[in-house]
């Protein structure tokens, strides 16, 4: 059964800190990883990944795959209050169906 | 493009009530989603489509029911409400299910069992 695992589940850190986030997944036949930003509405789309080693970034915002340890992060650096939100890793595999991790709750204090 | 849209925003029901979550994309995109979220759970997938005439069970379907008649609509139906169903709700759509895809969603339902 496709599992995706999200570490840690909270995080409380000061303006300026780098954070690195976790997903670690189980699925059949990898097709994408997808990373999302959730504030008090609906995800919004980070990255979509598909090739291990490949950084993607946008900003101070950016995010790796390795295929073979089966898991991604997402690192961001230099945060502000902004960035406080939850993230969430999402995979796709063979059935098609998008599953996603439990999400980890970012606070950034000034 | 009204991209994916969901109705109610929100909702109050009684426990044993009946209702639909209409979600509607005109996008026309193969694949479609019902997610819930409560706090701490993440995004957790009730039932999926991956094109009209098909649908399938994610990983919480209990207590749920869908159909996909046409492309542009995927309704939920509540057939008898439980406080457990207590959730915000999100539909959530992309082109198709190769991994070149991005799920997007609809702004969310916001359902209250007494």
């Known amino acids: 059964e496709d599992k995706v695992v999200q570490s840690p589940l909270s995080l409380v850190v000061h303006e300026g800190d780098t954070v690195t986030l976790n997903c670690s997944y189980e699925?059949?036949?990898?097709?994408?990883l997808l990373w999302y930003k959730q504030e008090k509405k609906a995800p919004t789309f980070l990255f979509m990944l598909t090739s291990s080693g490949i950084e993607k970034k946008s900003g101070r915002l950016s995010s790796i795959l390795d295929k073979k340890e089966l898991f991604s992060i997402l690192n961001i650096t230099a945060t502000q209050t902004g960035d406080s939100a939850i993230y969430l890793c999402?995979?796709?595999?063979?059935?098609?169906?998008?599953?996603f991790g439990q999400g980890t709750t970012l606070q950034v204090k000034p | 493009n009204a991209g994916v849209t969901q109705t109610p925003k929100f909702q109050v029901l009684k426990t044993g009530q009946s209702m639909t979550l209409q979600c509607a994309q005109d996008m026309n995109h193969e694949y479609m989603s019902w997610y819930r979220q409560d706090p701490g759970m993440g995004l957790r997938l009730i039932h999926y489509s991956v094109g009209a005439g098909i649908t399938d069970q994610g990983e919480v379907p209990n207590g749920y029911n869908v159909s996909r008649s046409t492309t542009e609509d995927f309704p939920l139906r509540l057939l008898s409400a439980a406080p457990s169903q207590t959730s915000v709700y999100f539909c959530?759509?992309?082109?198709?299910?190769?991994?070149?895809?991005?799920?997007?969603f609809g702004a969310g339902s916001r359902l209250t069992v007494l």
């Open positions: 999402a995979v796709r595999g063979n059935t098609g169906k998008l599953i």
């Open positions: 699925v059949t036949n990898f097709r994408s």
């Open positions: 959530a759509s992309s082109y198709d299910t190769s991994g070149a895809n991005v799920l997007t």
